[in-house]
C-alpha cells in the first residue's frame, strides 16, 4: 500500500486509476461499500484502484475549535484500505487551497490533470468544491469531458436508518459500543503512543499503559473491556479506563489499558487499543482499597465480556 499526497507526483503506474472518493473517516459500512464498488470497478477495467481521503477534515479547517470527534488516523485508514484491497492511499491535504478550488477545476485540474484517473466513485450525498458547489452530478457532467467515468453508491441501512459517522460518534458517547462494532464492522480502536504515566496502576498491581486521545472523538468515560494490539501484531485482551482518574489529583483524561497477560516495557511504542464492551461509569472512591477491590471486579467482568477464563 502507498500513501500518496495530492500536491505530489502520482506514480506512473498508478495514473488512469479508478478513485474511491469521500472523507471515509471509521471506514464503516458505508464508505466499505463504495471502496468495494471501486474495486471492482478496477478489476473489470483491468486499473489499480487508489482510495482518497482528507486530512486534516474540512470541518476541522472551516471549524477549527470544534471538539475532537475523528474516528480514525491515518494510519489506521491506511491499513484498513489495504485490508480492502485498494493499492493506495491519497491524501488531500486540506487547506486554504483546497477550499477554494472550485468543483469544476478540482474535477478537471485535480482529478483529471494532476492525478490522472479514469474512473471516480462516491457515495451518493458527496459533495465537493468551494462553497460544496460540487455534487454528484457535477462529477459525473464535468468527468464526462475530462474522460472520466463517475459512478455513486447508495446509502447503506442498517435498522432502517443510513449508515453514518455521525451514528457511529452518538454510540460511542452513549457507550452503545456493540451499536459502534455493528456499524463499524469492528470495534471502535484509539491508536497511540505509550507515555510514561505516573506508576499508580503498577504500585496497585494493574500496571497500565496509557494513550492520549487527541483528535479523537470521545466515548463516555467510564471500564471497557478492550482489546490491544501491539507494534508487533500481536493481540492482547485487557481492561481499560477512559476518564479524568476522579479518584486521584490532578484530574487528567487519559485511556490506560491494563493486559492480562502484560507484556515487557511498552513506552514509547504504539498500540491499538479497542473498545470491545462498556462495563461502568468511572467514579470517585473513598480509598484505595475500595479502588482495588472494583477494578478485580472489572477485570473479572472484562474476562467474561471477552468469553476469556476467569
Not at 479523537?216 to 501484531?233: E, F, K, S
Not at 479502588?291 to 476469556?308: I, N, P, Q
Amino acid at each position: 500500500m502507498q500513501r500518496l499526497y495530492h500536491d505530489e507526483p502520482i506514480p506512473k503506474e498508478l495514473r488512469g486509476a479508478v478513485v474511491a472518493l469521500g472523507n471515509f473517516d471509521g471506514f464503516h459500512l458505508g464508505h466499505q461499500a463504495v471502496v468495494n464498488r471501486a474495486i471492482a470497478l478496477g478489476f473489470h477495467m483491468r486499473r489499480p484502484v487508489i482510495v482518497a481521503t482528507f486530512d486534516p477534515h474540512p470541518v476541522r479547517h472551516f471549524k477549527p475549535d470544534i471538539p475532537p470527534f475523528r474516528l480514525t488516523t491515518l494510519d489506521q485508514r491506511e491499513s484498513l484500505f489495504a485490508h480492502a484491497g485498494a493499492d493506495a492511499m491519497l491524501v488531500f491535504r486540506f487547506g486554504g487551497e483546497l477550499a477554494g478550488t472550485t468543483a469544476e477545476d478540482f474535477v478537471a485540474d485535480i482529478l483529471g490533470k494532476r492525478i490522472g484517473a479514469s474512473g471516480v466513485v462516491t457515495g451518493e450525498d458527496f459533495t465537493f468544491g468551494k462553497g460544496r458547489g460540487g455534487n454528484t452530478t457535477v462529477l459525473r457532467e464535468v468527468g464526462a469531458q475530462h474522460g472520466i467515468t463517475a459512478e455513486t453508491v447508495g446509502a447503506v441501512l442498517v435498522d432502517g436508518e443510513r449508515v453514518a459517522s455521525g451514528r457511529i460518534r452518538e454510540a460511542l458517547a452513549a457507550a452503545n459500543t456493540a451499536k459502534a462494532t455493528r456499524l463499524l464492522t469492528r470495534d471502535f480502536a484509539v491508536e497511540g503512543i505509550v507515555e510514561r504515566g505516573d506508576q499508580r496502576g503498577r504500585e496497585l498491581g494493574y500496571p497500565t499503559a496509557n494513550l492520549r486521545l487527541g483528535d479523537y472523538q470521545r466515548p463516555r468515560y467510564g471500564i471497557y473491556a478492550v482489546r490491544v494490539t501491539l507494534d508487533d501484531g500481536t493481540e492482547h485482551p485487557g481492561v481499560a479506563s477512559f476518564g479524568i482518574r476522579p479518584t486521584f489529583e490532578p484530574a487528567v483524561e487519559l485511556l490506560e489499558a491494563h493486559l492480562f497477560d502484560q507484556t515487557p516495557d511498552l513506552y514509547g511504542r504504539k498500540i491499538e487499543v479497542a473498545l470491545h464492551a462498556f462495563i461502568r461509569d468511572e467514579k470517585k472512591f473513598d480509598n484505595l482499597d475500595a479502588l482495588v477491590e472494583h477494578m478485580r471486579g472489572d477485570e473479572a467482568e472484562a474476562r467474561k465480556l471477552l468469553a476469556l477464563p476467569e
